[in-house]
Nanobody, 119 residues
Framework: QVQVAESGGGLVQAGGSLRLSCTAS????????TDWYRQPPGKQREWVAG???SGVTSVTGRFTVSRDKAKNAVNLEIDSLKPEDTGVYYC?????????????????WGQGTPVTVSS
């Protein structure tokens, strides 16, 4: 069973930067894709940035997704933070689990980490 967890959220000032981290735990699995989403207050969840499992880094505007091999994590860095970046940030991981030799696809979400950007 793969579990996903996000960390790094908090209260930050506009104009600053923030790094969020996503880790996956479990046994015998491979990652096809990692995506970051966010849900602003009162709005629907929206895609922010993502990277394939084989990727090292990916940049989408102010958002950079990068792999931290040492910590087995995928980070999301947000630059030039704006108040509209406020929301709960979620990590989604899709991949294949190996259950006694049988490959089973999975699609897991973390619980989210809240980010509040003050003006």
């Amino acid at each position: 069973q793969v579990q996903v967890a996000e960390s790094g959220g908090g209260l930050v000032q506009a104009g600053g930067s923030l790094r969020l981290s996503c880790t996956a735990s479990g046994s015998s699995f491979s990652v096809d894709h990692t995506d970051w989403y966010r849900q602003p207050p009162g709005k629907q969840r929206e895609w922010v940035a993502g990277m394939p499992g084989s990727g090292v880094t990916s940049v989408t505007g102010r958002f950079t997704v990068s792999r931290d091999k040492a910590k087995n994590a995928v980070n999301l860095e947000i630059d030039s933070l704006k108040p509209e970046d406020t929301g709960v940030y979620y990590c989604n991981i899709r991949g294949l689990g190996n259950l006694r030799g049988t490959l089973i696809p999975f699609d897991k979400w973390g619980q989210g980490t809240p980010v509040t950007v003050s003006s």
